[in-house]
């Protein structure tokens, strides 16, 4: 096994009923189906096949939703001024778009768009905000992807004389704020057939009931060409990619491949995808991490109008401009890393073996901290806590495990060294008091002793060999996309295969290319950031492995390639 202890199991044969079911299917299709607990005709061609008249829900079962509704007609038919206050990531942006562009697309113009600034305001609502909204006149302040436990800045809203309506997808407190309505899918008196919708997916169903509404305020259609919006907020925000999520994730790439948005087509242009071949790795690794890099480097609102540009060259100032924001935030997460790496190294051969890496600097920017500590983790395959400071004395940090080790169950045994903290096994942010921050390592090494490390056990779809990779195989494969949450990309084992040939490649020679041999089938794999020492022993030219890989079809300077994408070897 790689470094990281991982085991792979293969999942479970297809049985004789769901075999039955299934079987006008070809049985690498039946498996992955199976695999992904859809045993029946009915539910394959559903998953397949996602209807847009019949695969989204009812808006009006979510709580709140008629109030909405009728709360935006009024305020549309009585021309009073809106403020819509989304948050500053790639959920939040494209909803505070999506919004923008309805309300212009049916002639309403009285409205405008707020996003806080990152570092200086943070998350959700915040007084001086709302002050400033309030001199503008607001009557109906509308929350996207926030606001659900600001239950102090809705009340102060209240009395500057705003009605507030929250928009939301996050987990609500047990009291939630006293607003006029609170579209969330996750309160407790849903009804709603899903709970798991983004942010920007709840707006779309107030548009869905304002529509079903008053049909009359746009052309039957017209607003499906707004689900670019929701497409990329949806794969953004990792929702999982099942039932509704993924009709509106499919159709919103349908909407991208168009082009029909501006500042799509340049940031498109800029990166070299073309739009027809466009996949939900294209948003996800390309797209949003410049969309989530304005954010990250102060500027938030140079996103939303990419977004909105409604002509070529508007959009392609934004695009380029966005394109070097992210250049900027690479160049700044390879600083921290470069001097994070420093730190560690030092630490290590003073202090000798740690069980838990924490690093720390008040001039590290706290946003950009979560993928420093995916290159510390991928080096040194340990735990990684890492902060920096944020405002006056604020000590935000994120954290990332290096497999086996639960970082939440980590934070629960030292809760008192934080003032707040969050996430899930894998990743997490923290919050942590100035005065306790010199305490945090040692508190977590104790911790560390407590919490028992599992191997990470990873199941795999099926075991194959290097000739079942085709054309037909790929489209078949390509045809459960999009992947994501809950509809991860198919993984396959190859057993007894032999690296013919490691090649290293890019500037820094960081990625790896790999050519296979399976007696006379060929098949060439890549790594993204990867060294053939983190395999170990499991890799090495012209000596038998067994590969853990996913299969994908790369379009790359007008040519495409059916190739490996490398997870791992044992």
């Given amino acids: 096994m790689s470094g990281m202890s991982t085991k792979y199991n293969l999942k479970g044969k297809v049985s004789k009923e769901a075999e039955e079911e299934l079987k006008d299917f070809s049985p690498l299709i039946t498996q992955l189906l199976y695999n992904r607990d859809i045993k029946t005709k009915k539910e394959a061609e559903r998953f397949l096949k996602p209807d847009f008249e019949k695969h989204l829900h009812d808006p009006f079962l979510l709580p709140d939703m008629k109030k909405v509704v009728e ?37 309403f113009n009285n409205f405008e ?62 009291e939630l704020p006293k607003a006029f309505a609170i579209v969330n ?38 607003e499906k060409w707004l689900l670019d919006l929701v497409g990329l907020a949806t794969l953004s925000d990792m929702v999982p990619l099942t039932g509704e999520n993924r009709a509106l994730a499919h159709f919103g790439l349908s909407v991208l491949r168009k082009g029909k948005r501006p500042g799509f087509s340049k940031l498109l242009s800029i990166l070299r995808i073309n739009k027809n071949n466009l996949t939900e790795d294209d948003v996800t690794f390309m ?33 380029k401009h966005l394109d070097n924001i992210n250049k900027d935030r690479k160049v700044a997460v390879t600083n921290i890393v470069k001097e994070a790496k420093k730190k560690v190294k030092e630490k290590f051969e003073n202090l000798g073996a740690k069980s838990v890496i924490v690093l720390g600097d008040p001039d590290w920017r706290p946003a950009l901290l979560g993928l420093v500590a995916n290159s510390i983790v991928k080096e040194y395959n340990l735990p990684v806590f890492l ?81 079942d990779i085709s054309e037909k195989s790929v489209a078949e494969i390509n045809g459960l996309a999009p992947f994501g ?69 790369s379009f790359f300077n007008g040519s495409s390639e059916i190739r490996l994408r490398i997870v791992d070897f044992f």
């Fill in 485 to 553: 949450i809950g509809n991860e990309k198919p993984i396959f084992i190859f057993k007894d295969i032999i690296p013919e040939k490691i090649n290293r490649f890019g500037k820094a020679k960081e990625h790896l290319s790999i050519n296979f041999v399976d007696g006379t089938n060929k098949v060439r794999g890549i790594s993204f950031f990867a060294s053939p020492d983190q395999f170990g022993d499991f890799l090495k030219e012209g000596i038998k492995t067994n590969l853990v890989a996913n299969i994908e079809k």
């Fill in 71 to 107: 709360r935006i007609l009024k305020a549309i038919e009585n021309d009073e001024k809106i403020t819509i206050w989304s948050d500053y990531d790639a959920d939040g942006i494209p909803g505070g778009a999506l919004l923008h562009d309805f309300f212009k697309l049916i002639g």
């Fill in 185 to 222: 899918p996750k309160r407790k008196d849903n009804k709603y057939p899903e709970q798991i919708l983004c942010g920007t997916g709840v707006v779309w169903k107030i548009i869905e009931g304002i529509l079903q509404t008053k049909r009359d305020l746009l052309k039957e259609g017209q």
């Fill in 287 to 319: 797209i949003t991490p410049r969309i989530n890099a304005a954010s990250r480097m102060g500027l938030p609102l140079d996103a939303f109008k990419l977004l909105t540009a409604n002509n070529e060259e508007e959009a392609g100032i934004y695009a």
């Fill in 387 to 467: 902060w920096g400071r944020e405002g006056e004395g604020v000590i935000k940090g994120s954290c990332r495990s290096e497999g086996v080790t639960d970082l939440v169950a980590l934070m629960e045994r030292v809760d008192g060294a934080f003032t707040s903290f969050g996430g899930h096994k894998m990743s997490g942010g923290f919050e942590v008091d100035f005065e306790k921050i010199h305490t945090l390592e040692d508190a977590l090494v104790e911790a560390c002793t407590y919490v028992i490390k599992k191997e990470e056990e990873i199941e795999v779809d099926a075991e194959l060999n290097l000739k």
């Fill in 113 to 174: 768009n707020y996003i806080p600034n990152r570092r200086i305001e943070g998350y959700g609502l915040n007084l001086e905000g709302i002050k400033e909204i309030a001199d503008k006149k607001t009557k109906l302040l509308i929350t996207i992807d926030c606001g659900i436990r600001d239950n102090q800045y809705v009340e102060e809203a209240n009395k500057l004389g705003m009605e507030v309506v929250i928009t939301d997808h996050h987990e609500p407190s047990d």
